[in-house]
């Protein structure tokens, strides 16, 4: 038995696992909980119900639509990934990816980011990727995603709103921004330098591995269609804010929405909330008060864009009941 098991034979390093999550778990339920009790000692609750008759649901339904749209975006982005990375990519279709970007929708409005990407990974091993391949695939393409925004996060913060003032901020977090894209895209081109001494060192060769791995898919063939789908993507939800704008009658410019886009989808980002809930609130309450909006309005507009991405993932619920994954095959060697 090992010198620090317990009588029962489990290790303490794993009875102290077993605690981990649910504690991680309990410690990002507790930050939600406070950020929408900051929230809330500012808000008349009467104020948003008795506002809630005019909220117009067809605008509502639309937004609701354009997040749907995001799964086949997501689809192609996916499958684009696994055609530059693996050598028989076929039995992955693009109706295939399709099931699979339904299904991770709708767990990652229930799960952690690193278990939907765990899940996702584990879907692609269904379709004939070994799980370096599917892992790799998903972290390049969460990596695209996030790279995207910061780019269009850039963009947004030159444009002619007053929202993008950010107390005093801007310039900084440009400089900050402007920064990370140069980086990225300046280690993205070196890879052919830098990866083969990272994989000649045992603790670094995963690394080396996944940064060839990234310039392969990149920077080859499939590159238009893996930045594209990421570019349409983030556009769609811009348009999804400014819907959920209309749907509550608020005099949002399309260049606001950008705004709020970026708070809005970075804050979900930050693992430190369940699925965003809470911190998104309190960094739109805190931007939108800040330029004269009420604070009843403002939390409306959050949650409301956050219930129209849970009823955008819901047909991921309805695929993972009807939709058989296919029996798991191991793509064999190149």
Known sequence: MPRFANETGVSRAETGQRFVKPLLLAGKLIISAACFWLVLRRIDVSEIVRS???FDL??????????????????LRLRAIVQALTARPGRLTYFAANAVMAIYMAFAQVVPNVVGEGIRAWMLTHFGCEWRAGLTSVTIDRAVGVAVLVAFTFVILLLPSALVALSGYRDFVLFVFGAVLIIGALALVSTPLIAPPLQGWRYSYWIGVLAADAHRALLGRQAVKIFGAACLIHALTIVAVWSVGRAQG????AFDCAVLFTVMVGVVLVPISVGGWGLREFAVVSLLGAHGLAPEPALLFSVCFGLVCVLGALPG????????????ELARPA
């Open 317 to 328: 619920a309805v695929v993972w009941l009807v939709y058989p994954l296919p029996v798991k």
């Open 250 to 253: 608020l005099s949002l410019s």
């Open 58 to 75: 067809r605008w509502g339904a639309f937004a609701v639509v354009l997040i749907m749209a995001h799964i086949p975006l997501l689809a």
């Open 52 to 54: 809630l008759p005019t």
